[in-house]
């Protein structure tokens, strides 16, 4: 799908939808749709209320007249972008011809909402679908939007993209998004690009640093662990660098804490985190953004096997804390906390920014519709919250307090991996992140992003599909941007 912003939209075009706030008077530059449109205000079937949706036809020509409700109302985005992907999908349009879009309400936050519903709302996981023929294919329609924030829809556009490259990376099957494949994608993304620098810790050089937490989790597979660190360098020569650093488990059984079926079953998603970290990366290097970053992942899988490792097992980390592992499933925050603490400790990143979809609690907690945001330090928690508002990626905040210390005490190591039980499940677990962290330091700045459930949906949601949603990325590429 391509999207371009012009004004005026070029004469030739014969498909368009007018977005119409209520009882806005309109008026279309062809006299028989416009005489159509009179016609369907006077009967009654439209007024440019919410959802409205009246196709007006003419031979060739095609108008949509979508209605966006009242515009005393604050511009709720997801329901702008639905009302903008409904009206795209209608079966009026014909995909294989360019569509004018015509928003009457002209507002930054309307355009981005129209280019978010289009952009994410038609994307389709579909790879392995045999019968695509009664399916519209979005994936070469042209689309332009008559704006004067054309800058910002293109640029939208270009941020949507990211987030449908950490969806791709999330629904693709567990066994071939695994951490090479993962690797190659970061690769793919960086290139020869002069302002990146790539390192990568395989097995044996986790093992030469001790990374031994990272290690225990991806014991019972096949597969490869990996820590990769991207450093991208934006920003001028002196400038603080930021790390962002992604949970990549590229499929959680659960260990021999194994998961229930229901549970286990979309366990490929468990490296979003990690995805939203590349699609990120992407978006950094695509817009040419103005900051140092670390664009980090901590991939492992978490298998069973005669190799797993086990409940009760005390395994000291990369920073010298020991872990009491009491449940194999809280697999994530091992992997996190030794990429934490190796990040803070060789690194010393100005702010030290997690993503993972840590918690199922985090769904009890918030739903799906917010991600969780932990950590110590208020600046930054206004950053990143200013950025979730801004993109409608959105995040709120769950508090970490020092009596959370007592949650993960243990009774034969440093740390124990899991709270209390059917207690404060999110905030424990960030807690733990916290403590490594912040392993040399208190005052590493530091935060937690749990996408837990707005990172992998269940069921489709606003314009999601069920899936990969690419929690993070707008949010991120928004708070690297300002
Ligand atoms: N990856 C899961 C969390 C998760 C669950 C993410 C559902 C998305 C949807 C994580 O590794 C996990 O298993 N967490 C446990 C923690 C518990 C054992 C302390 C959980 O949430 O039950
Ligand atoms: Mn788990
Ligand atoms: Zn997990």
Not at 370 to 393: K, P, V
Request: charged share 25%; proline share 4%.
């Amino acid at each position: 799908m391509k999207i371009s912003a012009l004004r005026p939209l070029p004469g030739s075009l014969v498909q368009f939808i007018l977005f119409v706030p209520q009882t806005q008077t309109f008026a279309i530059p062809d006299a028989e749709l416009q005489r159509l449109a009179v016609e369907a205000v006077f009967a009654k079937k439209f007024s440019g209320k919410k959802d409205e949706l009246v196709p007006l036809i003419k031979g060739e020509k095609v108008c949509l007249l979508a209605g966006l409700g009242d515009k005393r109302e604050a511009v709720n985005m997801r329901k702008m972008g639905l009302i903008a992907k409904n009206a795209l999908q209608s079966k009026h349009l014909d995909v294989n011809k360019p569509v004018g879009l015509i928003p009457l309400w002209d507002s930054e936050a309307h355009i981005k909402a129209i280019v978010d519903g289009a952009k994410l709302g038609l994307y389709k996981w579909n790879k392995y679908i045999a019968q695509k023929e009664d399916e519209a294919d979005y994936s070469s329609l042209e689309i332009l939007i008559d704006t004067p924030y054309a800058e910002m829809a293109e640029r939208e556009a270009a941020v949507c993209d990211g987030v449908n490259l950490a969806r791709d990376l999330g629904n693709e099957n567990a066994d071939a998004a695994d951490s090479l494949y993962l690797e190659k994608a970061i690769l793919d993304i960086v290139k020869d690009d002069p302002r990146c620098m790539v390192k990568i810790l395989n097995r044996k050089e986790l093992e030469e640093k001790g990374l031994r937490l990272h290690l225990a989790v991806n014991q019972g597979s096949a597969k490869e662990p990996k820590l990769i660190i991207v450093s991208y360098k934006g920003g001028k020569d002196g400038d603080p660098f930021t790390a962002l650093v992604g949970k990549g488990i590229t499929f959680d059984s659960g260990g021999l804490n194994l998961k229930t079926t229901a549970s286990m079953v979309d366990m490929r998603l468990d490296m979003c985190g990690a995805a939203a970290v590349i699609g990120t990366l992407r978006n950094a290097l695509q817009l040419n953004l103005r900051r140092n970053v670390y664009f980090v992942c901590g991939l492992a899988e978490n298998a069973i096997g005669p190799k797993a490792y086990k409940p009760g097992d005390v395994v000291v980390g990369y920073c010298g804390k020991s872990v009491e592992i009491l449940n194999t499933d809280a697999e994530g925050r091992l992997v996190l906390a030794d990429a934490l603490s190796y990040m803070a400790r060789n690194y010393k990143p100005d702010a030290l920014i997690d993503i993972a979809t840590l918690t199922g609690a985090v769904v009890v907690a918030l739903g799906y519709e917010y991600t969780g945001l932990m950590t110590s330090d208020d600046n930054l928690a206004n950053q990143l919250l200013a950025a979730a508002e801004a993109t409608d990626d959105r995040a709120w905040r769950l508090p970490i307090y020092p009596e959370l210390q007592e949650h993960v005490k243990s009774q034969f190591a440093d740390i124990k991996n899991i709270g209390q039980p059917s207690c404060a499940g999110s905030i424990s677990g960030g807690e733990f992140l916290r403590q490594f962290a912040q392993c040399d330091s208190e005052s590493q700045k530091w935060a937690h992003l749990d996408i837990g459930g707005t990172g992998t949906l269940e069921k489709d949601l606003a314009y999601f599909k069920v899936g990969a949603s690419g929690a993070g990325v707008r949010l991120f590429t928004e708070f690297l941007s300002r």
